[in-house]
């Protein structure tokens, strides 16, 4: 995830940090620390506060440091105009909750960022943000990439992924969500699906109801003017568009929330990490919106390339993969995707799916063990540019997916199966839930044409594509 910004150079704010975790030393008994960068008006010459926790000191002595540096900031703030709502979150770090703050190693970053809607406040104490409108006087735009599920899809659902841990493998390519956020000045907010061509516009609000065909622009708002300004509404127009639609099997609607993220990260200039927006992403989709499904999508759009991810309750490690130029190639070459017109709706697949593990039927459940294994093997096959066992990997994973849940396949994509392997594919399986939405095909490529041209002869649309290596982007325009 990168900005083209770089949100930490906020004029509002801006840290300089020097080590991982500003609350604990190095490691070698000298301790680490990092500046505090403050200024009121561009061009003005900041306020450098430096700061340093000893490692020796111990946590409650680090933690108390901590809280000085606050008392510090905050008398800055009075000082500059700035109205002192800080006080009431300084005094909660008192006591006991120094402990906490050590213990847990809460970053000045994390804590500063949950403050942000102070930072847009007058010298007369009357916050802007209270109107709806915004510092910024540019347009944020985003993207994010959508991925090819390769194996493991299905693993990383709870329950599963919750009691056995899941295992997937997957990479973007070159199909994108994109997001723009637009600031308004006549307090009123517009959301623009481009691609579905919905479009809603109403006066702001810190909590927007359900909107029909704008869920996840509903669901992204909501969440950002509650956890990150205040509870304060935004007036903005956010449109979006994907290049593939809801369904597709490629994690559109996912890289659709990653995108309005990112783009609103870049219009508030939110210091968040990969994992915090992959994190996020997910949980607006899975609990603010209550949409089924699991976390390697979000994961995916916001890192990019070629990832064996690990899921084991609420904690996901994503290892990239390094391959080499050839190997890259091939890939690219052998793959043939197809989509087969079907957007299929893969709520009931997953609920099926979940409800199968939670009642611990054998077959489903040594399914999806199955796949999982699955995962590694394939991810050591890629490593070793092992084609054949690529694809044998494939069709076997294939195979036990259809015993996950009813509905994975059905007669229409055994059909386009048996066609593309009759023209020599030498493996075939649905990405995503399944039931519908986009077909991989792995080929020898000198059987590529062959397989392309049985597929044109069927109901569909024959594609390729190549991998991306980096995640989800934003940027500004003036």
């Known amino acids: 995830m990168t900005s083209s910004s770089g949100r930490t150079r906020n004029w509002r704010f801006r840290w300089k940090q020097k080590s991982e975790n500003p609350l604990a030393g190095d490691g070698s008994g000298c301790g680490s620390g990092y500046d505090i960068h403050v200024s009121r008006q561009p061009g003005r010459t ?62 000045i970053g994390r804590l500063l960022t949950e403050w942000r809607c102070l930072f847009v406040t007058g010298s007369h104490g009357r916050s802007i943000a209270e109107k709806g409108q915004i510092m910024a006087h540019f347009i ?11 194996a493991g899809g299905g693993t990383d ?65 909501n969440r950002i003017v509650k956890q990150f300004n205040g509870g304060h509404p935004l007036a903005v127009s956010i449109t979006t568009h994907s290049e593939a639609p809801p369904g597709s099997g490629l994690g559109s609607s996912s890289t659709v929330v990653v995108a309005l ?10 210091p968040l990490g990969e994992y915090d927006v992959a994190k996020l992403a997910h949980d607006i989709e899975r609990v603010d919106l209550a949409l089924a499904g699991g976390k390697q999508d979000q994961y995916a759009a916001t890192f990019g390339g070629l990832n064996f991810m690990e899921f084991y309750g609420d904690k996901v490690i994503v290892n990239p993969l390094r391959i080499k130029q050839d ?65 044998a990997s494939m069709s076997d994973s294939w195979e036990a997916k259809k015993r996950m849940a009813k509905g994975i396949s059905n007669p229409s994509i055994d059909e386009l199966w048996r066609v593309a392997t009759n023209a020599g594919a030498k ?48 940027w500004r325009v003036s």
């Open 427 to 474: 493996a075939g399986k649905v990405s995503g839930a399944g039931g519908g939405g986009f077909m991989m095909f792995i080929v020898d490529p000198i059987d590529r044409p062959a397989v392309t041209r049985a597929l044109a002869s069927r109901e569909g649309q024959v594609m390729s594509c190549t991998f991306t290596e980096s995640g989800a982007q934003s």
């Open 327 to 391: 190997t890259k190639a091939e890939l690219e070459a052998s793959l043939v995707l197809f989509y087969t017109g079907v957007s299929r709706e893969s709520a009931n697949i997953i609920k099926e799916q979940s409800n199968n593990v939670t009642e611990n039927l054998t077959d489903p459940l040594a399914a999806l063990h199955e796949v999982k294994a699955e995962a590694t093997r394939m991810k050591e096959a890629v490593l070793r540019a092992d084609f054949a066992g690529i694809a």
């Open 140 to 150: 944020a735009r985003s993207r994010a990439p959508l991925r090819l599920g390769l």
């Open 261 to 270: 993220v990112e783009a609103f990260c870049e219009l508030l200039s939110l």
């Open 157 to 221: 659902v709870s329950p599963y992924s919750d009691r056995f841990g899941g295992l997937t493998l997957n990479v973007t390519i070159d199909r994108f969500a994109y997001a723009s956020i637009v600031p308004r000045d006549d307090a009123r907010i517009e959301l623009t699906a481009a691609d579905t061509q919905v479009r809603w516009i109403g006066e702001i609000s810190p909590e927007l109801p359900p909107i029909k065909g704008l869920g996840l622009h509903v669901g992204v708002y």
């Open 46 to 107: 900041p306020a450098r506060i430096p700061y340093r926790s000893g490692h020796r000191s111990g946590g409650a002595t680090s933690s108390m440091s901590f809280v000085l540096l606050m008392h510090l900031i905050a008398v800055w703030f009075r000082r500059s105009g700035f109205k002192s709502v800080l006080d009431r979150q300084i005094s909660g770090l008192r006591g006991g909750a120094c402990e906490s703050i050590a213990k847990h190693s809460l970053s």
